[in-house]
């Protein structure tokens, strides 16, 4: 019997897209945990024993400072020496909407120094300046990204949030994320051209909703592959023919059959 | 200085009794201050102004709900407690073997699948959101979610539903009375309060209305629900005696202090922001996050929510059996200074009090601690049946269980009710009706709400399967939100709202009639199994002191036992909010809302699968209306194009309406029905052109096709009509003699089918009354709210 590839799902307060991200994993027959950021902090529990680390999505600490900061200094400061192992082992990382948010902040992605000192991209407020929820067409660019490969060329997936707007530091590091095949996710509209909002529906440089590490294991997108799991999450599956899986399945899956090769 | 003041009223005449309690913002009336005075006289001693606003609080409308449950004598009938005899009643004689709980707990209970239940509750928030609509309003949604942890032994939230009445946002500015908000401004607080609040504590806002009012211009109206899963066996709490108080979540503040009492009286340019809480959600997502925890280990007995009356109210409650005692200075707080009485009475936001045996303390102060959330031992449930308050050394309370629950005195009310006579509007059915139904796509409360709807989460948790947009770009407007709770299962939830104050100007009676079947009629148009609909009623009126008022509520109840009998539908929890009522300074008179009833509907649906939205699928379909169209122009949307309200209000049928929801949901679980939506607010127009545009497809149908009682004999009537229990279902031509087969003895009819871009009707005498491209109707409809 092969074993089965062992998830960490971390949640702290204001944690909230938690039940669905663990449900997408367990769908994949992972095997997964999920563990407040304090049973970390408090060394009850190591990340060295799962293969496979997401931080979902939610208000961490109510967004308090900016978007995921808190969480972020948390691992930054005090986790960061066995994150650094986790993923120089080649460990998977995936964070989703407020998980992408940590992401960025904590300097795992872009990653572009191994773990950034500097703030290289962020997630900035929405070009609308509310809150949104739609659902929005995604083209899957990268060939590098773990969690993607053999994806179809276009997805479709909800997004979420106020903060989604993606900026980079300078045109250099653009350039690089380009160079470095690391652009994982653009927002497209429905025949797959870039297009203005509500297609981009937070103003994102290029329209990049998604981004990976130069190694492609840890992956950072702000739609939510976890919400569209089956058909039945798909705003129109009352009306149209869709297969019987979403979308967002197969980063789940891509995830788990990775690290359950990497385990025989 | 002493910290607790003793308040002389053993003495004191009629006139000074009620100005202790005018002074100390009591709310208490004559006959109640009385009846403190007898008993602080028996005890031989004055009361603390702890023990006054202990009472005060407890003995608030708010609290109490005196006018539902007083004696009534309503045009010259004896009532001895509406409430029972009437929303109780039909829940009681209807039995139903799925009802868990029912009007007991913080919100109503009824099973779900084998393993777990599903607890409803709506809530008002309307005095708050009115003087401070972001905080009034997110406090509003932070209550109700706390309802739902504090039912039983905790629920998980899984849905939120949001109703919202406001004044016109074109008020003019002028007319506005000294001290109140513009509409816009309460509009956009609201939205934005509620929104915050929900999605930071994730919990998917599925489903809503806002309703449009000059009557809510000076009171606007915020209703707040939450649907909440829990296991079977948590159902029920029990505090034992000897159990350690716990107070979990948010410190007390000064920040909603007599928010009870505040709500038991109308409001005026002087009132008192401070009776509005402060709101922090994240704090509350901990608390829930603790508390599941706590509850799947079995560590506490019971627990309730801080909400009106703050620590009063939840641990007079909960010691109702068994007396209490606790200490206030262990109590924390936000800052120094506050007296005892503030912090017992507090509204501070996101506390739960909790019954926790004394060998589990260890083992759930644990889980607190780790989740980040303040835990305290404030007291014990003691076995006295007495509440004894302590502040340091000093006993501040000393009060008799049952005096606080059951000393005061039965309100006794008159209720009158006398027909009214509107002008009935005299008008021939214009040619062309394009334009009327434009104009009625735009009214406010008809037109789009997709700016409000995009910015709440309403899929976080994974469980959304009937969307509030939907259709071709999903934009159009579902009837009922379904839900999965739990995500390796079909089953699911349906959850809608029926509510329109314009028919209750005409008769408050066949409003509730008409509310309680709009909110069925949603859930029966998605697929939601109507023996299985349970209805929360949520009423929000003026002053029951006044007779004619008193007589709304009257009537309203009345129909909430008759239709809820008719439908099999019994009442499970339900609120209400007097006293919306705004005092204009000029004149000294009190504006009133409309009296306004919102009835709240859930159904578990078996497999979420079977589920259908009100979006056209294709061109040549045939389009059916099941029910019957009847001269019912009264409060409709048609005549409030003329200023006009009219008088024959819908009615419904319950008998006829019952057999109606009973057929289409076997036609929707035989797979027969492509789409349906039912027909509310401008009526069959309304509908027809909502399914064409949502679906992206147009539609031809017949005017003299419809079903109609004799009296309906012109086209705008027939298209406008508000009438009840109709719906608009598309069906494959294929499927067409098995539909009409199981419809046989109800009145259906075939009226046209789908097909082009346009919306084509043909008037009774077969001449095109309304040719109207799809593009310019949805603009129509989304215009108004595009950015508001």
Redesign the interface.
Known sequence: MSKKAKVIVI?T?????D??TV??FELCGAEVDLV?I??LLRKEVDILNYQILAIP???S??D?VASGKILANEIQYRLIDTISRFVSERRLIIGICNGFQVLVKTGLLPGIDGIDKKEYTTLFNNDSG??????CYLKSTSNRCIFTRGLKEQIYL?V?HGEGKFITLDEKTLEYLKKNDMIVFKYVNKDGDIAGYPANPNGSAEAIAGICNPGGNILGLMP?P??F?TR??H??W??EKLPEEGDGLALFRNAVEFAKKKLQ | MKIVKTLKILKAGEEQLLEISRKGLLSLNLAEMKAVQAYFKKKKREPTDVELETIAQTWSEHCKHKAFRGVINYNGKKIDNLLKQTVFKATKELNKEWCVSVFTDNAGIIKFDENNCVAFKVETHNHPSAIEPYGGAGTGIGGVIRDILGVGLGAKPIMNTDVFCFGPLDYPEEKLLEGTLHPRRIFKGVVSGVRDYGNRMGIPTCNGAVIFDEGYTCNPLVYCGTVGIMPNNTCFKKVKVGDIIVSLGGKTGRDGIHGATFSSIALDKDTEVSAVQIGNPIVEKKTQDALLQARDKGLYNALTDCGAGGYSSAVGEMAEETGARVYLDRVPLKYPGLAPWEIWVSEAQERMVFAVPIEKLSEIMKIFERENVEATIIGEFSGTKRLELFYGSEKVADLDMKFIHEGGPRFELTAEWKEKKNNEPNFVSPVNLGDSLNKILSDLTVASKEWIIRQYDHEVQGGSIIKPLQGATNDGPGDAAVARPILTSWKGVAVSNGINPRYGMLDPYWMAASNIDEAVRNIVAVGGDPEKIAILDNFCWGNPNKPEELAGMVRASLACYDIAMAYGTPFISGKDSLNNEYVDVSTGDKVAIPGTLLISAISVMEDVRDAVTMDFKAEGNSIYVIGTTHNEMGGSVYFKLKNELGNTVPKVDGKTAKKIFAKLHKAIKLGLVKSCHDCSEGGLGVALAEMAFAGGTGVDVCLDKVKRSGDVNRDDYVLFSESNSRFVVELEKKHQAKFENLFKEIEISNIGQTGGDKVMIYGLDNRLVISEDINVLKESWQKPLRTP
Do not use: L
């Open positions: 949640r307060a204001g944690t909230n897209c039940y669905e449900t997408a407040h304090n049973q999505g939610g208000f600490y109510g308090d509310k809150f949104e929820d739609r659902w909800p979420a939510h976890e919400r799991v039945y999450n705003p129109r009352t009306r």
